[in-house]
């Protein structure tokens, strides 16, 4: 993308009004996506982002500035830019030399999409829609989406490191809505991850676009959800974004430190039943949330941030873990060049506890069974969270029963994790997800085996 | 690149149709500034220019799409080449058409304040840091603050087709936003303060930060309360966030595909008779203001609810088209898709009470300051929504304890019909909607 000793008198140029540390991040994205609604594809487009991001450390002060011209002459401009926050420093003129660091690539693309045909694109979602519609009368309306993205970065900073990475992501979703005497109802599925087109290897979309018609039937006959608290518990490979709430975001370097996390302060004590261990790993091949190296230049890694209930540590980014003198985490994200990098989960999730699944239903009396989570939100001060339900039932005498209706669940984080209080042996990663925070979004995964929470509060209206 | 430039860069792509072949370019470009106070310092300053184009072609009932995030010749031809060869993998659709010039005249509207423009970063400056302590100075109790924030930008967007849409346009806005810490006894509430407007007069700190310290001090020692069945008074912010999820209900698109439950409801009586809506793009207190839509029609003020009867859906050409009427100029997009149809400034009618004269006209409730969940929560499809909330009890006409940790739970059908007042503090907020606190009767909470 930028040759190297362009990318070192760019770094000198950044540094020259008295920055301490500067950094380029350069982003070359090409994307492919497609839309199928009303039983047609309405549309294939393709994009091309480009461009790259110059951050100056001064201080405690940040610098950044962005541009989508890649010349020396676009890049000095920025550099001058984000410089311009260290000008009453003393400058001078400062040699940069980078070295490449090893490469450092997590999984491997088998078909990289751009090799394949948009017609074949396009027909994955003529068969999704065609599978969803034959799945019942009630089906009014299916619409599915295929998106492929090709995202290459480079990184150079004033410490010498050069590195690069190319992440490619391939996803396909399906949205069916089921039409009965009491309304609309919604049905959706996901599935993607950071391969190539070799996911429909993996996935059959007629498989895919099933599984959220059913969900959309089923909900036609749904009763409202209940009303207060109780037991809940949560299918495998759907509650990971349960930690992701409810601990992850809390367990971020950059709000710990501005005191905007309960979990401040608190490594070393025990936050969770022992039942728990929960990992965040980047190296996660083929996993949503993969990435060979983070959006500051430093290798993705296992990081074990609860162990046995114990919390261990939490996530970082290299501002943060600058001022703690320690090394990076490997969390350093961003959505793009037009974006400041901060911590960020990458897949995140409960390793396996020791009980059967079936034995944590059948040992549930009264409760709800959460067969699809939605998306969540944490208010990571207080740790209150929420998530929504999109496939629910009730739990009567130790079976699942009816169908429940959408609803959000809330709960408070600290207490939500020393309530967990049966964990399956049953592990699954979860689909993929789009983590928001501070406005940036970026991909995420998670996963965890069937769990029960002892006591949750029910968002619904049936009393 | 002035702004004749960028006009003439859209047609010069339009110009270039061949027989059979329609053509529209979409060219934006932006600049952005944003600092972030910490601690009595610069935690950081962004600056930013971004630029695109998104180019649609239609031919034989086929539409392809796009874009680049650059402006550059060899971009914009490779951008032209790729929406040509898209459209071959299109299905075809007998409506598909681009806009035309529709008569209507565009709206006289200054939406560009030279002032910001020309602001010196270090005024910016002063403000983020200005508004970081005076949060800090007003409340004992307030412990840090996470963000305290100013950011504006301006941009300006062209348009041209080759059936005859050329049109340009520009607008600035600023805004600032703080993010309070409070703490007390081990506990931490997090509050939230925003003010947004087109000129740097129009900001008020001093109002931004003392309405942020109030809503984060009053939630210390909040706890779950019992389930019930309630009457809450939703906070304006809160009110517009529900109501931009109706409006969004309320579009040609999701009508033509059977994704709305309004769909078969026009001319009937879908709200309290208390409730209008009306989406207004002429209007240019708000910022989402705009003489042209995404499209390149002329904005008009379209009343989607009046009195709550339902009166009218939002179209873009496609949809109006397909629906057997006319634009509402409602397309709205950026460089990077195509339009789509949805609210621009959308506003409800302003009632007379404040909300502290609503709280005492309720008696006894729940003041909602907050929700959680809404993109989990609410399912535009069904109407169902349940959310996580905030707020303080309302008892004897009166505010009372701190809430949290609860849900309300309803569907949006019956929140329109269940409004029992509608306030008269209108506020225009970030996102370009306004709102007004609402009273909502019979909502069901959930807690301990």
Known sequence: ?463 | MSSPELLDLAERVAARARDGEQVEAYVSRGRQFIVRAYEGGVESLTSAESAGIGVRVVRGGRQGFAHAGTLEPSAVDEVLADARDNLEFGEPDEWYALAEPDGVAPPDLELYDPALAAMAPERKVAAALELEQMVRSLDPRISGVRTAMWGDGRGEAAIATSTGIAVWSQGSSCYVMVQPLAAVDGETQIGFGVDVGRRPGDIDLDETARDAVARTVRLIGAKPVPSQRLTVVLDRRVAASFLSIVGGMLTGEVVLKKRSPFADRLGEQIASPLLSLVDDATNPLSVGADTHDGEGLATRANRLIDAGVLSAFLHDSYTARRSGTVSTASAVRGYSSTPSVGCLALAPSVGTLDQAGLIAQVGEGLLVQDVSGLHSGVNPVSGDFSVGADGMMIRDGALAEPVREVTIASTLQRMLLDIVAVGGDLEWLPGGDAGVSLVIGDVSLSGR
């Open chain 1, 1 to 463: 993308m930028i040759e190297p000793d362009v990318l070192e008198r760019v770094l000198a140029a950044a540094v020259r009004s008295g920055g301490e540390f500067a950094e380029v991040y350069a982003e070359d994205r090409r994307s492919t996506s497609a839309r199928l609604d009303d039983a047609k594809i309405e549309e294939l487009s393709s994009g091309r982002d480009r461009g790259a991001g110059i951050r100056v450390i001064s201080g405690d002060t940040t610098g950044y500035a962005h541009t989508a011209d890649l010349s020396e002459a676009g890049l000095l401009a920025a550099a001058a830019a984000a410089g311009a926050v260290a000008r009453s420093g003393g400058g001078g003129a400062r040699v940069v030399g980078l070295t490449a660091s090893p490469p450092h690539r997590v999984g491997g693309v088998e078909v990289p999409p751009d090799t394949v045909a948009k017609s074949a694109k396009v027909a994955l979602l003529k068969r999704a829609d065609e599978a969803a519609r034959a799945s019942g009368a009630g089906i009014v309306q299916v619409s599915a989406g295929y998106g492929d993205s090709r995202r290459r970065i480079l990184v150079a900073n004033t410490d010498g490191l050069l590195a690069d990475d190319e992440q490619v992501r391939t996803f396909l979703r399906v949205l069916a809505v089921a039409a009965g005497d009491a309304g609309m109802q919604t049905g959706y599925e996901v599935v993607g991850h950071t391969v190539g087109f070799e996911l429909f290897e993996r996935y059959q979309v007629e498989d895919v676009a099933r599984t959220a018609a059913q969900r959309a039937l089923t909900k036609l006959a749904a009763r409202p959800a209940p009303s207060g608290q109780m037991p809940v518990v949560i299918r495998h490979g759907t509650g990971g974004v349960l930690f992701h709430e409810a601990c992850g975001h809390g367990l971020e370097a950059d709000l710990v430190g501005k005191g905007a996390s309960v979990y401040r302060g608190r490594t070393g004590e025990q936050v969770a039943n022992p039942l728990v261990t929960l990992v965040d790993d980047g190296t996660m091949a083929a996993e949503w949330g993969a990435l060979g190296i983070d959006d500051e230049g430093h290798p993705s890694q296992r990081n074990v941030l609860i162990r046995d209930g114990i919390l261990t540590d939490y996530m970082w980014d290299f501002l943060r873990s600058r001022q703690e003198g320690r090394a990076p985490s490997g969390n350093g994200r961003r959505q793009s060049y037009q974006h400041l990098p901060m911590v960020r989960m990458t897949n995140t999730f409960v390793l396996d506890g020791p009980d059967d699944p079936d034995d944590i239903i059948a040992s549930t009396d009264h409760g709800v069974y959460v067969a699809q989570l939605g998306g969540g939100q944490v208010n990571t001060a207080t740790g209150d969270f929420v998530f929504g339900m999109t496939e629910a039932y009730l739990i009567e005498g130790g079976r699942i029963t009816e169908p429940l209706r959408e609803g959000n669940l809330i709960g408070n984080g600290p207490q939500v994790l020393l309530d967990i209080d049966a964990l399956g042996n049953d592990f699954a990663m979860g689909g993929p997800g789009t983590c928001g925070k501070d406005g940036q979004g970026v991909p995420v995964g998670d996963g965890q085996p069937t769990l029960r929470v002892a006591s949750l509060t029910v968002g619904g209206t049936a009393t």
